[in-house]
C-alpha cells in the first residue's frame, strides 16, 4: 500500500510558475513509476508527466513539453511537478500516481495508487 499526498497547488496569473510535490509513504518509492496527471471541470482526467523508477526518463503530453519538469528525490519519497509559463488552460487538479509496472506511462489503468489532488487555477 502506497499513500500519496499532493501539495503545492494554488492561484497563479498566466505566465507564473507553481511547484507541485507528492510524498509518498508506504512500500519502498523507488519501485515505482510516477505519474501526474490533471482534471479540468467537464473533461476527463488526462496524462500529464511521468517519471522512471530511477528518474533517469521522463515522459510529458506535447502540450507541456518545454514548460513543465517532472523529477523524483528518492531519498526523500517527493515526486516535483515544476510548472512554468502556466496558463489558463493548465487550470485542473493535479493528481500524483504510482505505477508498479512497467511500459509506457501514459495510460490511467496503469497506475495503483492516486492522492487526493491539488487545485490549479491559472488566471488570464
Known amino acids: 500500500q502506497v499513500q500519496l499526498v499532493e501539495s503545492g497547488g494554488g492561484l497563479v496569473q498566466a505566465g507564473g510558475s507553481l511547484r507541485l510535490s507528492c510524498a509518498a509513504s508506504?512500500?519502498?518509492?523507488?519501485?515505482?513509476?510516477m505519474g501526474w496527471f490533471r482534471q479540468a471541470p467537464g473533461k476527463e482526467r488526462e496524462f500529464v508527466a511521468a517519471?522512471?523508477?530511477?528518474?533517469?526518463?521522463?515522459y510529458y503530453r506535447d502540450s507541456v513539453k518545454g514548460r513543465f519538469t517532472i523529477s523524483r528525490d528518492n531519498a526523500k519519497n517527493t515526486v516535483y511537478l515544476q510548472m512554468n509559463s502556466l496558463k489558463p488552460e493548465d487550470t485542473a487538479v493535479y493528481y500524483c500516481?504510482?505505477?508498479?509496472?512497467?511500459?509506457?506511462?501514459?495510460?490511467?489503468?496503469?497506475?495503483?495508487?492516486w492522492g487526493q489532488g491539488t487545485q490549479v487555477t491559472v488566471s488570464s
Open positions: 517519471i522512471s523508477r530511477s528518474g533517469g526518463t521522463t
Open positions: 508506504g512500500r519502498t518509492f523507488s519501485y515505482y513509476v
Open positions: 500516481a504510482a505505477s508498479s509496472t512497467s511500459g509506457q506511462p501514459m495510460g490511467i489503468s496503469r497506475y495503483d495508487y
